[in-house]
């Protein structure tokens, strides 16, 4: 992990008392209030009697009454690209990075998400119009994140490791600590995600607004700089990262050699395993395995490959990410539940516990319990589908939403 605190002194934190909610813990959903002073939580309150002497200590604080709704820890989105949309969300339209930035950081409470890790490619996305668009944005959150925030804004670099020219870019900002996670992917077609002849030119036809002449060239281009990746060199970059701290997942394994070819590089998070067999072998192996959420939402995955529930069902994985579609965590979280394949204790442990264990980052976050930071969602329902009250960062209010009938 890097050297970002966890909490920042702050003149608008004081103590906040959330009674009347079924608290959603660990392993179980309790009727307990949670004392929250100095960013923390600072204790969970089982009766009226305690109620009582905590306020009569803290007799500033602000209460919230939950009302008898979901109080979650808040979720940690550790893969989610939807940044890059938020820059481009057409072809060719480009928006000034640091609107996006701030646009897209709003967003993000009301959909429960209070600490994400916004995933921006190096070799695809974006930086196919240029790497100067991901440096400029990867300097811009390090900027921000120092001045300000209001969900914790953290860098997941997704490395495309044919993108040889790209090396030193994340070697420097290995070293210089900018970024907080790390993934290697290969993109190239006939395998992957791609495996499909004709699937990898689609997308980027689709999401780069390049025609075929333009995206022949790319694979032609991509190819031969793949016969020039250097394992070698790769496996350094894998030791520099571990040496700072910084996890290192694969992306869209597709076999049970691509899993150990990740481990070998140090990757402990395989993200979007192809198969159910790649899943359950990289499982299996101690790796913990992330699927998408609206992959969960939908029943399959938009590119007909592995379907998450699949996966769940069969313990074959542990962590929940948005992938492209923030909003989509909280409703897998709940659908999990409502449909029998996993208790909501083990289904929000998948979108807030599980990813701050692969990241390191448990002893502070990912779950409501003494001592943690403040990190707190209050989530109602409408027909089934979950949406939040309140949102607290580091306990501090920064969401608030209600109906106005």
């Known amino acids: 992990?890097?050297?970002?605190?966890?909490?920042?002194?702050?003149?608008?934190?004081?103590?906040?008392?959330?009674?009347?909610?079924?608290?959603?813990?660990?392993?179980?959903?309790?009727?307990?209030?949670?004392?929250?002073?100095?960013?923390?939580?600072?204790?969970?309150?089982?009766?009226?009697?305690?109620?009582?002497?905590?306020?009569?200590?803290?007799?500033?604080?602000?209460?919230?009454?939950?009302?008898?709704?979901?109080?979650l820890p808040g979720l940690i989105d550790i893969h989610c690209d939807a940044i890059e949309k938020e820059i481009q969300p057409r072809p060719n339209t480009l928006f000034p990075l640091q609107m996006a930035l701030l646009e897209f950081e709003r967003k993000l409470p009301l959909h429960g998400v209070t600490t994400m890790y916004h995933s921006l490619s190096l070799g695809v996305g974006i930086s196919l119009r240029?790497?100067?668009?991901?440096?400029?944005?990867?300097?811009?959150?390090?900027?921000?994140?120092?001045?300000?925030?209001?969900?914790?804004?953290?860098?997941?670099?997704?490395?495309?490791?044919?993108?040889?020219?790209?090396?030193?870019?994340?070697?420097?900002?290995?070293?210089?600590?900018?970024?907080?996670?790390?993934?290697?992917?290969?993109?190239?077609?006939?395998?992957?995600?791609?495996?499909?002849?004709?699937?990898?030119?689609?997308?980027?036809?689709?999401?780069?607004?390049?025609?075929?002449?333009?995206?022949?060239?790319?694979?032609?281009?991509?190819?031969?700089?793949?016969?020039?990746?250097?394992?070698?060199?790769?496996?350094?970059?894998?030791?520099?990262?571990?040496?700072?701290?910084?996890?290192?997942?694969?992306?869209d394994n597709d076999t049970e050699d691509s899993v150990d070819q990740s481990a070998k590089l140090g990757a402990t998070v395989c993200e979007f395993p192809i198969n159910l067999e790649t899943a359950s072998y990289a499982a299996s192996k101690g790796q913990r395995v992330c699927v998408g959420a609206p992959n969960i939402v939908r029943g399959a995955s938009h590119d007909?490959?592995?379907?998450?529930?699949?996966a769940i069902s069969s313990d074959s994985a542990h962590i929940i990410c948005s992938d492209y579609h923030p909003s989509s965590m909280l409703a897998a979280i709940f659908k999990l539940a409502d449909e029998g394949i996993a208790a909501l204790p083990k289904a929000v442990k998948m979108g807030s516990l599980h990813p701050a264990e692969a990241l390191g980052t448990n002893d502070e976050l990912g779950s409501i319990k003494p001592g943690k930071a403040a990190d707190i969602i209050i989530v109602d329902r409408y027909e089934k589908l979950p949406w939040v009250t309140c949102a607290i960062v580091g306990g501090n209010i920064v969401y608030r939403a209600a109906t106005y009938y």
């Open 1 to 71: 992990m890097n050297n970002l605190s966890i909490t920042k002194p702050d003149s608008r934190t004081r103590p906040i008392l959330i009674k009347n909610g079924k608290v959603v813990m660990e392993d179980e959903i309790a009727d307990v209030a949670l004392g929250i002073a100095d960013g923390r939580i600072e204790t969970v309150l089982a009766n009226d009697g305690e109620m009582s002497r905590w306020m009569s200590s803290h007799s500033d604080a602000a209460v919230i009454d939950a009302q008898h709704k979901y109080v």
């Open 130 to 251: 240029g790497d100067h668009l991901l440096t400029e944005m990867i300097e811009l959150i390090n900027r921000y994140r120092a001045n300000r925030s209001v969900v914790r804004n953290r860098i997941h670099l997704r490395y495309e490791v044919s993108h040889l020219t790209g090396m030193p870019v994340v070697e420097n900002y290995l070293r210089d600590r900018k970024i907080d996670y790390l993934s290697f992917m290969d993109h190239s077609p006939g395998q992957g995600q791609y495996r499909k002849p004709g699937s990898f030119e689609h997308y980027v036809m689709k999401n780069q607004g390049v025609d075929r002449n333009e995206v022949a060239l790319i694979v032609d281009d991509l190819a031969k700089r793949r016969e020039q990746v250097d394992w070698i060199r790769l496996h350094e970059l894998g030791k520099l990262a571990m040496e700072n701290g910084i996890a290192i997942a694969s992306h």
């Open 304 to 310: 007909n490959n592995l379907r998450a529930v699949d």
